[in-house]
């Protein structure tokens, strides 16, 4: 199984600032994925980010305000732009293993965000 | 639209009890669907993964149930214990299966008393 690491699990930020967020993965995979989680809502996808090539974004998400990396095949950042409090969530790393019959998808363990 | 609907929104049972959460979906064409378990301030845990062929899937305490049909699953809990409080999130993904075109229920929130 994948075990993914993500960085911070939880921090207080100011309004107007900017904070990123780390995903590791203990092997290679092709695609990683960025969530969203509202406080009682259910995950809604960000972004897929993919290496060597710019992330893809879902409607309603854009790049100036969740600029992504993905320098290599374990490794991702998602940076949340200037913050305000309906940026309050947990935001959560994703890789998908297709090496496994039924191709089991792994979360991390979240980042929990409270902007004030 | 693809929709997942999950009952109840939030449940209370005893410890040692047995409960049953419902998921019916709209996502067509179907491909499989995975049970999470989430708990506080963590990130989701797969359960169980089933395909439109399968009827059943266990996982210890844990028995997920697909009718394709009437696009309905089920997850049992058998002789819950105090660690299955938690919020459990049913997952749909479209025909190819892949991680980038699932649709998330908002999840029934358990909590397990002593």
């Known amino acids: 199984s994948a075990v993914i690491s993500q960085k911070p699990s939880r921090d207080i930020c100011q309004r107007g600032t900017s904070l990123t967020i780390q995903c590791q993965v203990d092997?290679?995979?092709?695609?990683m994925f960025w969530y969203r989680q509202q406080p009682g809502q259910s995950l809604t996808l960000i972004a897929t980010?993919?290496?060597?090539?710019?992330?893809?974004?879902e409607s309603g998400f854009v790049i100036d305000k969740f600029p992504i990396s993905r320098p290599n095949l374990t490794f991702s950042t998602l940076t949340v732009s200037n913050m305000s409090p309906e940026d309050s969530s947990i935001y959560l790393c994703?890789?998908?293993?297709?090496?496994?019959?039924?191709?089991?998808?792994?979360f991390g363990e979240g980042s929990w965000l409270t902007v004030v | 639209k693809n929709q997942v609907e999950q009952s109840p929104q939030s449940l209370i049972i005893l410890e040692g009890k047995n409960c049953t959460l419902q998921?019916?979906?709209?996502?067509?064409?179907?491909?499989?669907l995975r049970w999470y378990k989430q708990d506080t301030g963590r990130g989701p845990v797969s359960l169980t993964i089933?395909?439109?062929?399968?009827n059943t899937k266990s996982n210890g305490r844990y028995t997920a149930t697909l009718d394709a049909d009437t696009k309905q699953s089920s997850l049992h809990i058998t002789a819950s214990q105090l660690s299955d409080s938690a919020s459990y999130i049913c997952?749909?993904?479209?025909?190819?299966?892949?991680?980038?075109?699932?649709?998330f229920g908002k999840g029934t929130h358990l909590i397990i008393q002593p």
């Open positions: 980010a993919n290496q060597g090539s710019e992330a893809t974004y």
């Open positions: 997952v749909v993904s479209p025909t190819g299966g892949g991680a980038d075109g699932l649709t």
């Open positions: 089933m395909t439109f062929s399968e």
């Open positions: 092997s290679q995979v092709t695609m």
């Open positions: 994703s890789v998908e293993d297709l090496t496994k019959s039924g191709n089991t998808i792994y």
């Open positions: 998921c019916n979906y709209t996502v067509s064409p179907f491909s499989n």
